[in-house]
Each structure stands twice: as C-alpha cells, then as structure tokens.
T-cell receptor, first 113, second 113 residues
C-alpha cells in the first residue's frame, strides 16, 4: 500500500508569515494530490488539490506544488491568519480511488496573532 | 459539492453495547466510505459502503464488529458493536464525486466507558 509521510508534525508561525507543509508518498501511480483542513470538532475539508499533469496550483493565499519525480507535494499558505490554525492532512491517491487514499499523519498549524 | 450530515454528533456509551451511526447525503453518490479517527490521530479507512451489496472492509476491520448498511445512494449506517474503550474515536463518513473530490461529514464523536 501507499506509504505517506507528512512534515512537520507541528508548525507554529506568526500571523502574516508563510507556512509550508510537505507530503512524501511512495506509490508512483498516484495522480491525485489533495490537502484537507480539519478544524476542531469538524470533519476534514478539501482546501486544494492538484493532479499529476500540473506542477502548481494556486487559490488566493493557498498553493500546492507537485514534484512527481521526487514523489512529494507541498502545501503553501501565505499571509497566514489565526483562522488558518487547524490540522492539515495530505492524502495522495490514484484517480477514481480518492476515497481509499492513505492519509498522512497530519500537521498541526498554529498561527499566533 | 455534496453536503453530508451524521447522527448522532456525539455519544457516550457503556462497554458491551452497540451504537449505530447514520450518514445522509444531499445527492446521490456512488462511492461512500467510513473512516475512524482515533484521538489526535490521522484517518483510517474502515470500509467502502456498497449500495445493494456487502461492504468492502479494509485490513483489520471485520463485518461482525462494524456492520454497514447502504440501502440507497444517499444513506448509509455504520454500527460499532460490542464496544470497548478502545473504540472511542471519531467516526466519519465520506463520499467521492466523479472528479475524485472527497467530502466528509462532520463526524460522530464516540466515547466508550
């Protein structure tokens, strides 16, 4: 099965700074790369995803970059705000199999005002 | 995007009893899944809920412990049987749309005493 590693496990930044979380995977056939945000007491919510035919995708303050050769992808959050504080999960998978993806262990991001 | 509700949102149960969790989706979906998230941990897939047939369980999960029903394309239940304190977790249902996008319910927080 897929081996997924996520780093760092915790990240603390000052409001306005940038945050980067990296996800490394083992299955070279993976071609769907989402990031989820989970706030306390809620289910994970998809915040951005990328597919293997694209190297980078941006949505306002959030971006995801993919290096398929090295088998890793990263979440970038710029101009962080306190409401960005949450646990972030990566979950790479093969297409049409996203529901059976292996989740990373999660990164707890704390944005200090 | 699919909107998912779960009932109950939380429960406290005695060991040896069973709890049935309901998951309702606001649209018809083919792929529906049940996950477990132990305290402070990542998500682990329990099973795929198949409409009209038996659920497909992941390694380490069995039907006798986690029976699942999927009577139609908008509804599923997960029962946690003969509970022990080790079953204390958040249980999440999710659906996968044709774009590979996965949506999660808010979760059911279960505490077993």
């Amino acid at each position: 099965g897929e081996n997924v590693e996520q780093h760092p496990s915790t990240l603390s930044v000052q409001e306005g700074d940038s945050a980067v979380i990296k996800c490394t995977y083992s299955d070279s056939a993976s071609n769907y790369f989402p990031w989820y945000k989970q706030e306390l007491g809620k289910g994970p919510q998809l915040i951005i995803d990328i597919r293997s035919n694209v190297g980078e995708k941006k949505d306002q303050r959030i971006a995801v970059t993919l290096n398929k050769t090295a088998k890793h992808f990263s979440l970038h959050i710029t101009e962080t705000q306190p409401e960005d504080s949450a646990v972030y999960f990566c979950a790479p998978s093969r297409a049409a199999n996203a529901g059976k993806s292996t989740f990373g262990d999660g990164t707890t991001l704390t944005v200090k005002p | 995007s699919a909107v998912i509700s779960q009932k109950p949102s939380r429960d406290i149960c005695q060991r040896g009893t069973s709890l049935t969790i309901q998951c309702q989706v606001d649209s018809q979906v083919t792929m529906m899944f049940w996950y477990r998230q132990q305290p402070g941990q990542s998500l682990t897939l329990i099973a795929t809920a198949n409409q009209g047939s038996e659920a497909t369980y992941e390694s380490g999960f069995v039907i006798d412990k986690f029976p699942i029903s999927r009577p139609n394309l908008t509804f599923s239940t997960l029962t946690v049987s003969n509970m022990s304190p080790e079953d204390s977790s958040i249980y999440l249902c999710s659906v996968e749309e044709q774009t590979d996008t996965q949506y999660f319910g808010p979760g059911t927080r279960l505490t077993v005493l």
